[in-house]
């Protein structure tokens, strides 16, 4: 089993950052497989950043260039950098392993 634990969500002001960190635990776990999800009230849950193997990294077209997804995984963390924040980026914000573990979500708040 594994277990995912978000934070560092909160209020920002439109143009700030946010540096949101994924915890995981559980003997099976690999960062290759990591994402990040986002859910906006009254819209489907989207896919925002994904890690795949060999370092290689996916965006949601509406946050490429200014969101970046990282992972340790001798630490067993992932971690999303959120820059540039526009207020439709407001939403709860969960990692996954992709395999159907889900952490609770942390929320962004990103005022006009």
């Known amino acids: 089993q594994v277990q995912l634990v978000e934070s560092g969500g909160g209020l920002v002001q439109a143009g700030g950052s946010l540096r949101l960190s994924c915890a995981a635990s559980g003997s099976i776990f690999s960062i290759n497989t990591m994402g990040w999800y986002r859910q906006a009230p009254g819209k489907q849950r989207e896919l925002v950043a994904a890690l795949s193997s060999g370092g290689r990294t996916n965006y949601a077209e509406s946050v490429k260039g200014r969101f970046t997804i990282s992972g340790d995984n001798a630490k067993k963390m992932v971690y999303l950098q959120m820059n540039s924040l526009k207020p439709e980026d407001t939403a709860v914000y969960y990692c996954?392993?992709?395999?159907?573990?889900w952490g609770q979500g942390t929320q962004v708040t990103v005022s006009s």
């Open positions: 996954s392993d992709r395999k159907g573990y």
